[in-house]
């Protein structure tokens, strides 16, 4: 039973424009959200994290949403840049240890 | 500062035989997690530790084993590997569990073939 969702495995878009990547979770316990970003033959680096008691973190182009109601979350990049593409996870933690999603892998087009 | 560091990159071992996946850090952390990915996967927890000398199943523990007998270092041995074992196996740590943002720092992976 998958607790954290990714139900897209790929995602293209254009330089420049917004890249909205989204995550399900099930478990209404988790109280942590991160996303990692992978690039080939690389371990899962950090990008950004939010806590359950907020709806928005903001570093940088990364912003991450969280909609508990909906046990939803998403990751947005604005401006989206060629360097960005790579398979980015979302994760979510209950007590420090963390559930991956699938991964979903990003295309930048210049 | 080297961080989370994995060995061996790459290995090829044969059905029944035993190896082991070493994992170092200089962070100091006390948590560390060995994780495996497999193709279109996430990754999923193998074993973890809280500190030297403690260690905990993870989700997919079977065919494996664990030892954290100093801070630094986090080996998983796998006995009597199967081609199930076929995987991308991570090893991470991070500073205390319950007070962190459960960021991890991970290794840059060990791909290992199950022949």
């Known amino acids: 039973d998958q607790q954290v969702k990714q139900n897209s495995p790929s995602l293209s878009v254009q330089e420049g424009r917004i890249s909205i990547l989204n995550c399900d979770y099930t478990?209404?316990?988790?109280?942590?959200f991160l996303w990692y970003k992978k690039y080939p033959a690389e371990g899962p680096t950090f990008l950004i994290s939010i806590s359950s008691i907020k709806d928005k973190n903001e570093d940088g182009r990364f912003t991450v949403f969280l909609n508990k109601s909906a046990k939803h979350l998403s990751l947005h990049i604005v401006p989206s840049q060629p360097g960005d593409s790579a398979v980015y996870f979302c994760?979510?933690?209950?007590?420090?240890?963390?559930?991956f999603g699938k991964g979903t892998k990003l295309t930048v087009n210049p | 500062n080297a961080g989370v560091t994995q060995t061996p990159k790459f290995h090829i071992l044969k059905i029944g035989q035993s190896m082991t996946l070493q994992c170092t850090q200089d962070m100091n952390h006390n948590y560390m997690y060995w994780y495996r990915q497999d193709p279109g996967m996430g990754l999923k927890l193998i074993y973890y530790s809280v500190g030297a000398g403690i260690t905990d199943k993870g989700e997919v523990p079977n065919g494996y084993n664990v030892s954290r007998s100093t801070t630094e270092d986090f080996p998983l041995r796998l006995e009597l590997a199967a081609p199930s074992q076929t995987s991308v196996y991570f090893c991470?740590?991070?500073?205390?569990?319950?007070?962190?943002?459960?960021?991890?720092?991970f290794g840059e992976g060990s791909r290992l073939t199950v022949l």
């Open positions: 991470a740590s991070s500073t205390r569990g319950q007070q962190n943002t459960g960021e991890l720092f």
């Open positions: 994760a979510a933690s209950p007590t420090g240890k963390l559930v």
């Open positions: 478990n209404s316990m988790f109280d942590y």
